[in-house]
């Protein structure tokens, strides 16, 4: 069999064959390919086809593909240009690579799906090609998979910040309660980013969203006020809970600097040691660090006291109530907090009571981020995973292809 052949034949393009095969000692596999429909030239931003090239010139290309045992695999064409009468002047598409992409669709598939799966060093060491360009790829398959129908009929909402990179660089999601799916993101977490997500959906599917879950924030009702304003905005229990958190973190933090001021050393290291203990959830304590807390309840002294208080309000959540019990027992917290001689807690009481209508109303309708823990570990991995990328474009588009309305297949799904 020949090697044209047996490549016409393990590749399966339509559209395409090859012509000839080259491979030269340790290089790459090179196969020179050319359209079956060798007339017909096609924009690649739109449907519009012609036979007319715009001028004689023939531009060479090249595309990796899947890699055959290991040897990496180059096709080649040349290609004409073409002038479409919506997008100008273009080098003409081909059917088995997207628009100004370097790789073919089947690598970059390959690329999506790894990349929501592995550890980022297990992905550039297995496909040999930078990380940045990872970031790329999973651009253009997202681009290539995301349509405007995850928009429509829209009833529950999420809307979160996250860091994406260090410095604060920071991207607002959009979830939909009813899947678990992110459906948009945007660079940024003021109300002018949750805004373009507004003008993106449109009046229409606007006027269906009934409910907005978020922090506590101003940034986010400001916009749904604006944008949406017959939707009830609710707080994200999550956030009533992380509020406890960082009270009673701004408690230690406070005890240890004083510690930190006296002559014995001691005592501020102790402080130090306490963090994870006092943060972490009781189920999921390492046995040093009940050991700790077991000490601190001995003690009774302050921190015990902003323990106790953090774990109360978690619980509230954590249990299954009624929204009746749920919104009492707030009542009931938000009395003990400010009463508690605790600075950072009297402070939390006083937020949550300012936030008591947003609290309920997701209380009583069920709405929770936390209900979405999947969604949000998964996130939190993707996140990570961005990390080495150099443009929050990037970075949404990583998370849109694990967290999103996206199902990304390996070739051989196909
Ligand atoms: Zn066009």
New binding site residues.
Partial sequence: MRATTLLNRVFKFTGATVTAVHHVGHGPITATVKLTARRKLS?P??P?TTTAGYDTRWTESSWRHLDAAGTPVILKMLRRRLR?P??GVLVQAVPFARPASRFTRDFEDMVAWLVTRTDKTSVSTFIRIAWRTVGAICARVVGDQLDETRFEGLVNLGVDGISWRKHHNYLTLVSDHETSTILWGGAGKNAATLDRFFIEIGPENTASIEAVSMDMGAAFSKSVRTNAPDAVICIDPFHVVQLGTNALEVVRRDQWQRARALPDQSFAKKYKGHRYALLKNPGTLTEKQSATLDHLREDGGTLWQGYLLKESLREIFAGDLSSAEVMAMIQDWCDAATTSGLGPFMKAGATLRGHINGIHAAVSRGLSNGKHEGLNNKIRTMTRRSYGFHSPEAALALIMLACGPVEVRIPYQK
């Fill in positions: 924009c931003h739109c519009f479409c919506a997008h």
